[in-house]
T-cell receptor, first 114, second 112 residues
C-alpha cells in the first residue's frame, strides 16, 4: 500500500512564525505536490516537484516555499505565517505510467494561524 | 471559463438511489480522467481511473467519459450511507501521474 504521511494532523501557529509541513512517501514516486483545500475553492496547487532538488510553482505559490532534498520527502514552508494561510494542506505523490502511479494523498494537515 | 467545472452541490439522496455526478471541461487535450473520493477530515483517495472515452465499471460505480461533449460522469448504483463523502473529478493531458486539474468537488450525503 502506498503511504503518504504528513507529519501533523492539526497545527496551530502564531502570525509571523515560520512553519514547516513535512510529507514523506514510501513508494519511490518521482512526483510530489502540495495543495491547499478551502471550502468553495477546492484544491489549489501551491508547488510541485518532479525530481530531487527540483521545484515548480503552482497556481498560488506566494508566501510559500518548498524543499526536496531527498526523493521521498517534500517539505512546505510558510516563511511568515499569516491568518489567510489557515487551511487544510494536502500532500500527494505520483509516479509510473499505470494506475499504481496515480496521485496518492496524505491525510492532510489542518493549519490554523492565530 | 474554468478548465474544469463541477456541480457545486451539496447533494442529498435516500439510500438505494442512483447518483449521477458530473464534470465538464474545456481543454480538449485532456486524455486521463479520474474520480477521487474524500471522506471528512481525510485526504482524497482514487476511486475510478479511465483513459480517453468510454465507460468503466467497478462494482456499484461506473465512470463515463464523453470527449466529444467534454463531459464526464460518475454513477453510483444502490447508494449507501457509506458513500457519503466529497467527490472530486480530476483530469490530465499527459498521464494520471502528472499534474492534475481538479474540479472543486461535490459533497454527497446518502440518508438511511
Amino acid at each position: 500500500d502506498v503511504k503518504v504521511t504528513q507529519s501533523s494532523r492539526y497545527l496551530v501557529k502564531r502570525t509571523g512564525e515560520k512553519v514547516f509541513l513535512e510529507c514523506v512517501q514510501d513508494m519511490d514516486h518521482e512526483n510530489m505536490f502540495w495543495y491547499r483545500q478551502d471550502p468553495g475553492l477546492g484544491l489549489r496547487l501551491i508547488y510541485f516537484s518532479y525530481d530531487v532538488k527540483m521545484k515548480e510553482k503552482g497556481d498560488i505559490p506566494e508566501g510559500y516555499s518548498v524543499s526536496r532534498e531527498k526523493k521521498e520527502r517534500f517539505s512546505l514552508i510558510l516563511e511568515s505565517a499569516s491568518t489567510n494561510q489557515t487551511s487544510m494542506y494536502l500532500c500527494a505523490s505520483s509516479g509510473g505510467q499505470d494506475i499504481r502511479g496515480c496521485y496518492t494523498f496524505g491525510s492532510g494537515t489542518r493549519l490554523t494561524v492565530v | 471559463q474554468k478548465e474544469v467545472e463541477q456541480d457545486p452541490g451539496p447533494l442529498s439522496v435516500p439510500e438505494g438511489a442512483i447518483v449521477s455526478l458530473n464534470c465538464t471541461y474545456s481543454n480538449s487535450a485532456f486524455q486521463y480522467f479520474m474520480w477521487y473520493r474524500q471522506y471528512s477530515r481525510k485526504g482524497p483517495e482514487l476511486l475510478m481511473y479511465t483513459y480517453s472515452s468510454g465507460n468503466k465499471e467497478d462494482g456499484r460505480f461506473t465512470a463515463q467519459v464523453d470527449k466529444s461533449s467534454k463531459y464526464i460522469s460518475l454513477f453510483i448504483r444502490d447508494s449507501q450511507p457509506s458513500d457519503s463523502a466529497t467527490y472530486l473529478c480530476a483530469m490530465s493531458p499527459s498521464g494520471a501521474n502528472s499534474k492534475l486539474t481538479f474540479g472543486k468537488g461535490i459533497t454527497l450525503s446518502v440518508r438511511p
